[in-house]
């Protein structure tokens, strides 16, 4: 009907002269010379004059730069000033937290009163050092981003619960552990004897690339109350009270800028591909070349999100690059194979979420218990888990249970192993001894959903007819050995896979090189993640359209 609605009016239009038949014909797509006359439209008015502009991008490199990595389970800082040089192997540099340390748990802690009293592996140790009638008043966040992803729900005024059970906006928590990240940086520039201020740089944060819009403003909101782009900052943080989140000032919003996790990865692993700087466990090519067309696939401690990028430009000239399929990805980052690891602990004891340990009557001792095994979880097993995915000889993992939870399941644990144990696991005093085989049980969902993911996505470019040269793995579970030689035994035998040197640190120092002139590329074309449109169809007349074509709305009237 859209087609026939469209005729009438313009039938109409032309009976009533205001329009000819000249007027209908398509004109040629030639832009008028800049000293043209403004032609007139049917109805008089005149049409605007073209204004010619020069091809220019969308923000000029910088003489400073600082990118924070803000991951799920960790992040870092890296940052360039016009001082430093990118002749250096490692001209960005990475600020130092916890003790030199250029990678940190994404963990804070704030005092009763709402301030930072400390962040990273310190935060935890802090807080679990905290004695039980002073837990309670204090706030401890760690690993918050999860939230951030999909679309249904995120918004301003989203809560995040501290592990004391206290509510606050999510924003606001994310605001604090910018402006610790963003407060410490500026400090250890200014102990070295630099006098820089936070305006004196530019700021990026990256963001997953298959994160849907509202996590992004999200971000970038949480940045501004950071105070990346101003001097001023968040104040304390304050237990939700029913109001919505304040909302910032965009304080010169050409300071800060979202950058796409796998995009910044992108630049990294190229130019360690070209210096032939690949992790220990990795096939290094003979020869250094650039892949026309790669996947970046960033697996961390929360989400996997791959990229297929396909490079436009010829040797010698700017990179610039298209976008092959929309990003992709899901959640099976290394976080999985910690939740596999508490799944097995409740089925051995016999305790579905551990509620003897942890639903205690007493409230100090429920949250003591909690922070015990968040410990548990998040530093035993993980150190473990990273030590398994290095591994070169086979050698059972070591885990030491809280004495508080051994004390708790002793005579659970010995019934546990000997039910369900098969062999795979023994207890020794207060320690759980883990077979590689058992480990890779823990290993094998996260490992499914990210081969599945891949083989789907390279699915799609054959159908595509798009080839790819080279699978990157980066990120801190991406990098890890373990997945590296799962993912070259699924997809080896058809195309590279290169894990650079630093993998946990390639989508923060690409994240300072894409902002710099050396490095900047710039992304041409991108695939729209969804689209939209109107099906227009005759309706249906049965005696002329076969019935097989007949489809009937919900008032049962054929259409």
């Known amino acids: 009907h859209a087609c026939t609605s469209a005729q009438k009016v313009m039938e109409t239009l032309t009976a009533t002269g205001q329009w000819t038949e000249a007027d209908l014909v398509p004109s040629p797509s030639v832009p008028p010379a800049d000293d043209e006359p403004p032609k007139r439209t049917p109805n008089g008015v005149s049409r605007a004059k073209r204004v010619r502009r020069e091809k220019s991008g969308f923000r000029k490199p910088s003489k400073n730069t600082a990118a924070i990595d803000f991951g799920t389970t960790n992040c870092s800082l890296g940052y360039i000033t016009e001082n430093d040089t990118l002749e250096l192997i490692n001209g960005v540099i990475k600020c130092p937290f916890d003790g030199g340390k250029m990678r940190v748990p994404t963990a804070i802690l704030l005092t009763a009163s709402g301030v930072i009293d400390s962040f990273g592996?310190?935060?935890?140790?802090?807080?679990?050092?905290?004695?039980?009638?002073?837990?309670?008043?204090?706030?401890?966040?760690?690993?918050?981003?999860?939230?951030?992803?999909?679309?249904?729900?995120?918004?301003?005024?989203?809560?995040?619960?501290?592990?004391?059970?206290?509510?606050?906006?999510?924003?606001?928590?994310?605001?604090?552990?910018?402006?610790?990240?963003?407060?410490?940086?500026?400090k250890t520039l200014n102990r070295a004897g630099h006098k820089f201020e936070t305006t004196d740089f530019d700021w990026v944060i990256t963001v997953p690339a298959i994160w849907k819009a509202r996590g992004k403003q999200m971000?970038?909101?949480?940045?501004?109350?950071?105070?990346?782009?101003?001097?001023?900052?968040?104040?304390?943080?304050?237990?939700?009270?029913?109001?919505?989140?304040?909302?910032?000032?965009?304080?010169?919003?050409n300071k800060l800028s979202l950058a796409l996790e796998p995009e910044s990865a992108a630049i990294y692993c190229h130019e360690m591909l070209r210096r032939k700087q690949v992790a220990k466990h990795c096939k290094c090519p003979e020869t250094p070349f650039t892949p026309r067309t790669y996947l970046?696939?960033?697996?961390?401690?929360?989400?996997?999100?791959?990229t297929a990028h396909k490079l436009v430009s010829r040797p010698g000239e700017p990179v610039v690059v298209e976008e092959l399929h929309p990003p992709t990805g899901n959640d099976w980052g290394g976080?999985?194979?910690?939740?596999?690891?508490?799944?097995?602990?409740?089925?051995?004891?016999?305790?579905?979420?551990?509620?003897?340990?942890?639903?205690?009557?007493c409230p100090e001792e429920n949250l003591a218990n909690k922070c015990s095994l968040s410990k548990l979880l998040n530093v035993t097993f993980e150190e473990q888990k990273q030590m398994f995915g290095r591994a070169t000889k086979e050698r059972p993992a070591v885990v030491h249970l809280?004495?508080?939870?051994?004390?708790?399941?002793?005579?659970?644990?010995?019934?546990?192993?000997?039910?369900?144990?098969?062999?795979?696991?023994?207890?020794?005093?207060?320690?759980?001894?883990?077979?590689?085989?058992?480990?890779e049980e823990f290993f094998e969902p996260s490992m499914n959903g990210i081969l599945g993911c891949i083989s789907s996505l390279l699915r799609n470019l054959s159908e595509q007819?798009?080839?790819?040269?080279?699978?990157?793995?980066?990120?801190?579970?991406?990098?890890?050995?373990?997945?590296?030689?799962?993912?070259?035994?699924?997809?080896?035998?058809?195309?590279?896979?290169?894990?650079p040197d630093r993998p946990e640190l390639a989508v923060v120092e690409g994240a300072v090189l894409s902002h710099t002139a050396t490095f900047s590329s710039t992304v041409q074309a991108r695939k729209a993640g969804a689209?939209?449109?109107?099906?227009?169809?005759?309706?249906?007349?049965?005696?002329?359209?076969?019935?097989?074509?007949?489809?009937?709305?919900?008032?049962?009237?054929?259409?």
């Open 465 to 499: 007819q798009e080839t790819v040269d080279v699978i990157y793995l980066v990120g801190g579970y991406g990098g890890c050995p373990y997945v590296y030689h799962r993912v070259e035994k699924e997809f080896g035998h058809q195309y590279k896979c290169i894990v």
């Open 335 to 361: 976080s999985r194979v910690n939740k596999r690891f508490y799944e097995y602990l409740q089925d051995l004891v016999d305790d579905p979420n551990l509620t003897e340990y942890t639903g205690t009557c």
């Open 121 to 186: 592996s310190d935060a935890r140790s802090a807080y679990a050092n905290l004695e039980d009638c002073d837990r309670e008043s204090y706030f401890f966040f760690e690993e918050i981003k999860m939230d951030l992803q999909g679309n249904e729900g995120v918004c301003r005024d989203m809560k995040v619960k501290a592990a004391n059970g206290k509510e606050f906006f999510l924003v606001d928590v994310v605001a604090q552990m910018l402006k610790y990240l963003k407060d410490e940086f500026i």
């Open 219 to 253: 971000m970038r909101e949480a940045g501004y109350k950071a105070g990346l782009c101003s001097k001023e900052s968040c104040g304390k943080l304050q237990v939700v009270s029913g109001a919505q989140p304040h909302q910032p000032t965009e304080t010169a919003p």
């Open 402 to 439: 809280p004495p508080s939870m051994y004390e708790t399941y002793k005579e659970a644990l010995k019934q546990g192993v000997e039910r369900i144990g098969k062999g795979k696991i023994k207890l020794a005093q207060q320690s759980l001894r883990i077979t590689p085989q058992l480990m």
């Open 531 to 559: 689209t939209y449109g109107k099906d227009v169809v005759i309706r249906f007349d049965g005696e002329i359209h076969d019935k097989s074509h007949r489809k009937d709305n919900d008032d049962g009237i054929p259409y």
């Open 296 to 306: 970046i696939v960033d697996v961390g401690g929360g989400t996997v999100d791959i």
